[in-house]
Protein backbone atom coordinates (compact mmCIF):
# COMPACT_ATOMS: atom_id res chain seq x y z
CA UNK A 1 0.00 0.00 0.00
CA UNK A 2 1.47 3.34 -1.24
CA UNK A 3 2.19 5.87 1.69
CA UNK A 4 1.22 9.29 2.22
CA UNK A 5 2.18 11.71 -0.87
CA UNK A 6 3.07 15.33 -0.49
CA UNK A 7 3.63 17.41 -3.20
CA UNK A 8 5.43 19.38 -4.06
CA UNK A 9 8.46 18.46 -1.95
CA UNK A 10 10.09 22.15 -1.96
CA UNK A 11 8.94 25.43 -3.02
CA UNK A 12 9.89 28.94 -2.45
CA UNK A 13 8.31 31.86 -2.65
CA UNK A 14 8.42 35.44 -1.91
CA UNK A 15 6.72 37.61 1.17
CA UNK A 16 3.54 38.50 0.01
CA UNK A 17 2.42 35.41 -1.98
CA UNK A 18 0.50 32.42 -1.12
CA UNK A 19 0.88 28.84 -1.40
CA UNK A 20 -0.63 25.73 -1.63
CA UNK A 21 0.46 22.18 -0.64
CA UNK A 22 -1.56 19.12 -1.30
CA UNK A 23 -1.40 15.58 0.79
CA UNK A 24 -2.89 12.61 -0.20
CA UNK A 25 -3.46 9.72 2.15
CA UNK A 26 -2.54 6.25 2.54
CA UNK A 27 -5.84 4.75 0.44
CA UNK A 28 -9.02 4.35 3.19
CA UNK A 29 -7.43 6.49 5.64
CA UNK A 30 -10.23 9.35 6.06
CA UNK A 31 -8.48 11.63 8.66
CA UNK A 32 -5.46 14.01 7.49
CA UNK A 33 -3.78 16.05 9.60
CA UNK A 34 -1.30 18.81 9.11
CA UNK A 35 1.88 20.03 11.35
CA UNK A 36 4.67 22.61 11.07
CA UNK A 37 8.36 21.94 11.78
CA UNK A 38 10.53 24.71 12.17
CA UNK A 39 14.23 24.52 14.06
CA UNK A 40 12.49 27.48 16.95
CA UNK A 41 9.14 26.16 17.29
CA UNK A 42 9.49 22.77 16.61
CA UNK A 43 6.98 20.49 15.44
CA UNK A 44 2.82 22.21 15.98
CA UNK A 45 -0.40 21.41 14.96
CA UNK A 46 -2.04 23.35 12.39
CA UNK A 47 -5.27 21.53 11.63
CA UNK A 48 -7.66 18.30 11.09
CA UNK A 49 -9.74 17.15 8.74
CA UNK A 50 -12.30 14.50 8.63
CA UNK A 51 -14.77 13.46 6.21
CA UNK A 52 -14.21 16.71 4.50
CA UNK A 53 -14.66 18.90 7.88
CA UNK A 54 -12.22 20.69 9.91
CA UNK A 55 -12.18 19.14 13.48
CA UNK A 56 -9.59 20.54 15.37
CA UNK A 57 -7.43 23.69 14.41
CA UNK A 58 -3.96 24.48 16.34
CA UNK A 59 -3.01 28.25 17.15
CA UNK A 60 -1.92 29.94 14.09
CA UNK A 61 -3.60 32.79 12.26
CA UNK A 62 -5.86 32.57 9.62
CA UNK A 63 -3.67 33.18 6.81
CA UNK A 64 -3.44 29.45 7.40
CA UNK A 65 -6.29 27.29 6.13
CA UNK A 66 -7.05 23.68 5.10
CA UNK A 67 -9.82 21.68 3.31
CA UNK A 68 -10.24 17.77 2.24
CA UNK A 69 -11.93 16.49 -0.92
CA UNK A 70 -14.65 13.54 -0.55
CA UNK A 71 -11.34 11.12 -1.66
CA UNK A 72 -9.96 12.16 1.69
CA UNK A 73 -6.83 14.28 -0.40
CA UNK A 74 -6.46 17.51 1.50
CA UNK A 75 -4.92 20.76 0.50
CA UNK A 76 -3.21 23.63 3.12
CA UNK A 77 -2.96 26.99 1.66
CA UNK A 78 -1.07 30.19 3.35
CA UNK A 79 -2.02 33.39 2.28
CA UNK A 80 0.36 36.22 2.51
CA UNK A 81 3.40 35.12 3.10
CA UNK A 82 5.99 35.98 5.67
CA UNK A 83 9.70 35.14 6.12
CA UNK A 84 8.52 33.05 9.64
CA UNK A 85 6.45 30.59 6.91
CA UNK A 86 9.76 29.01 6.07
CA UNK A 87 8.73 25.42 7.28
CA UNK A 88 8.81 21.90 6.41
CA UNK A 89 5.24 21.34 6.36
CA UNK A 90 3.83 17.85 7.55
CA UNK A 91 0.94 15.74 6.43
CA UNK A 92 -0.10 12.66 8.00
CA UNK A 93 -3.33 10.32 7.49
CA UNK A 94 -4.91 8.00 10.42
CA UNK A 95 -7.69 5.50 9.46
CA UNK A 96 -10.51 7.65 11.33
CA UNK A 97 -8.35 9.83 13.89
CA UNK A 98 -9.18 8.65 16.74
CA UNK A 99 -7.04 9.38 20.02
CA UNK A 100 -4.16 7.18 20.04
CA UNK A 101 -4.39 5.96 16.58
CA UNK A 102 -1.20 5.77 14.76
CA UNK A 103 -0.93 8.34 12.44
CA UNK A 104 1.79 7.96 8.73
CA UNK A 105 3.68 10.78 7.71
CA UNK A 106 4.48 11.84 4.69
CA UNK A 107 7.58 13.17 3.67
CA UNK A 108 6.98 16.77 3.85
CA UNK A 109 7.12 19.83 1.71
CA UNK A 110 9.81 21.82 2.42
CA UNK A 111 8.21 25.93 1.71
CA UNK A 112 11.65 28.99 2.12
CA UNK A 113 10.14 32.39 1.93
CA UNK A 114 12.39 34.86 0.54
CA UNK B 1 -3.18 20.23 29.27
CA UNK B 2 -0.71 18.17 27.55
CA UNK B 3 2.37 18.14 27.44
CA UNK B 4 5.61 16.14 26.95
CA UNK B 5 9.76 17.38 27.48
CA UNK B 6 12.59 15.61 26.02
CA UNK B 7 15.70 15.71 27.88
CA UNK B 8 18.81 16.58 26.45
CA UNK B 9 18.70 17.91 22.67
CA UNK B 10 21.96 16.30 21.48
CA UNK B 11 23.10 12.90 22.60
CA UNK B 12 26.40 11.07 21.78
CA UNK B 13 26.63 7.58 22.19
CA UNK B 14 29.44 5.09 20.75
CA UNK B 15 28.52 2.24 17.97
CA UNK B 16 27.30 -0.43 20.10
CA UNK B 17 26.62 1.14 23.58
CA UNK B 18 23.37 1.75 25.32
CA UNK B 19 20.87 4.06 23.32
CA UNK B 20 18.95 6.23 26.52
CA UNK B 21 16.61 9.11 25.18
CA UNK B 22 14.52 11.03 28.04
CA UNK B 23 10.81 11.36 27.71
CA UNK B 24 8.66 13.19 30.65
CA UNK B 25 4.59 13.44 30.30
CA UNK B 26 2.21 15.89 31.84
CA UNK B 27 -1.56 14.55 31.37
CA UNK B 28 -4.74 14.64 33.12
CA UNK B 29 -5.60 11.61 31.84
CA UNK B 30 -3.93 8.61 31.11
CA UNK B 31 -1.89 8.88 28.02
CA UNK B 32 -1.41 7.52 24.44
CA UNK B 33 2.52 8.14 24.57
CA UNK B 34 4.82 7.51 21.19
CA UNK B 35 7.85 7.65 19.95
CA UNK B 36 8.70 9.12 16.31
CA UNK B 37 12.07 8.97 13.89
CA UNK B 38 12.72 11.60 11.81
CA UNK B 39 15.95 10.77 9.20
CA UNK B 40 16.98 14.12 7.47
CA UNK B 41 15.03 15.46 4.56
CA UNK B 42 12.18 12.65 5.81
CA UNK B 43 9.13 12.57 7.23
CA UNK B 44 8.10 11.01 10.78
CA UNK B 45 8.31 7.56 11.07
CA UNK B 46 6.28 5.73 13.83
CA UNK B 47 8.91 3.77 16.39
CA UNK B 48 6.45 2.73 18.75
CA UNK B 49 3.52 3.33 20.61
CA UNK B 50 1.84 3.23 24.31
CA UNK B 51 -1.70 2.66 24.53
CA UNK B 52 -2.23 1.30 27.96
CA UNK B 53 -1.58 -2.35 27.03
CA UNK B 54 2.01 -2.98 28.69
CA UNK B 55 3.88 -0.83 30.05
CA UNK B 56 6.89 -2.53 28.34
CA UNK B 57 6.44 -1.84 24.57
CA UNK B 58 8.72 -3.10 22.01
CA UNK B 59 9.05 -1.15 18.15
CA UNK B 60 10.39 -1.17 15.24
CA UNK B 61 15.08 -1.75 14.86
CA UNK B 62 15.09 -3.15 18.20
CA UNK B 63 14.00 -0.09 20.37
CA UNK B 64 11.46 -0.37 23.51
CA UNK B 65 9.77 1.71 25.60
CA UNK B 66 8.87 1.38 29.26
CA UNK B 67 5.45 3.30 30.88
CA UNK B 68 6.21 4.33 34.31
CA UNK B 69 2.89 5.91 35.06
CA UNK B 70 4.85 7.20 38.72
CA UNK B 71 7.82 9.10 37.26
CA UNK B 72 5.60 10.40 34.10
CA UNK B 73 7.75 8.72 32.05
CA UNK B 74 8.36 6.80 29.16
CA UNK B 75 12.18 7.09 27.90
CA UNK B 76 13.54 5.27 24.68
CA UNK B 77 16.14 2.80 24.96
CA UNK B 78 17.91 0.32 22.39
CA UNK B 79 20.47 -1.92 23.94
CA UNK B 80 23.42 -1.37 21.04
CA UNK B 81 23.52 1.42 19.38
CA UNK B 82 23.80 0.87 14.96
CA UNK B 83 25.24 3.84 12.92
CA UNK B 84 21.83 3.62 10.79
CA UNK B 85 19.78 4.97 14.43
CA UNK B 86 21.61 8.34 13.98
CA UNK B 87 18.34 10.73 13.26
CA UNK B 88 16.23 12.80 15.73
CA UNK B 89 13.98 11.41 18.23
CA UNK B 90 10.46 12.43 18.71
CA UNK B 91 8.09 11.71 21.91
CA UNK B 92 4.50 12.54 21.75
CA UNK B 93 1.56 12.39 23.90
CA UNK B 94 -2.11 12.53 22.36
CA UNK B 95 -4.03 15.60 23.43
CA UNK B 96 -6.98 14.87 25.08
CA UNK B 97 -10.92 16.30 24.71
CA UNK B 98 -13.06 15.78 21.63
CA UNK B 99 -12.95 13.81 18.76
CA UNK B 100 -9.30 14.47 18.33
CA UNK B 101 -6.22 12.54 17.35
CA UNK B 102 -3.59 15.84 17.72
CA UNK B 103 -0.29 15.07 19.15
CA UNK B 104 1.55 17.10 21.01
CA UNK B 105 5.57 17.01 20.30
CA UNK B 106 8.78 17.14 22.53
CA UNK B 107 11.30 19.53 20.96
CA UNK B 108 13.19 16.39 20.05
CA UNK B 109 17.03 14.50 20.52
CA UNK B 110 19.19 14.69 18.25
CA UNK B 111 21.37 10.99 18.25
CA UNK B 112 24.87 10.73 16.95
CA UNK B 113 26.42 7.73 17.00
CA UNK B 114 29.94 7.37 16.70
CA UNK B 115 32.25 4.66 15.36
Known amino acids: KAGVTQTPRYLIKTRGQQVTLSCSPI?????VSWYQQTPGQGLQFLFEYFSETQRNKGNFPGRFSGRQFSNSRSEMNVSTLELGDSALYLCASSLVGGRGETQYFGPGTRLLVL | AQSVTQLGSHVSVSEGALVLLRCNYSSSVPPYLFWYVQYPNQGLQLLLK??????LVKGINGFEAEFKKSETSFHLTKPSAHMSDAAEYFC?????????????FGTGTLLAVQP
Open chain 2, 50 to 55: YTSAAT
Open chain 2, 92 to 104: AVSETGGATNKLI
Open chain 1, 27 to 31: SGHRS
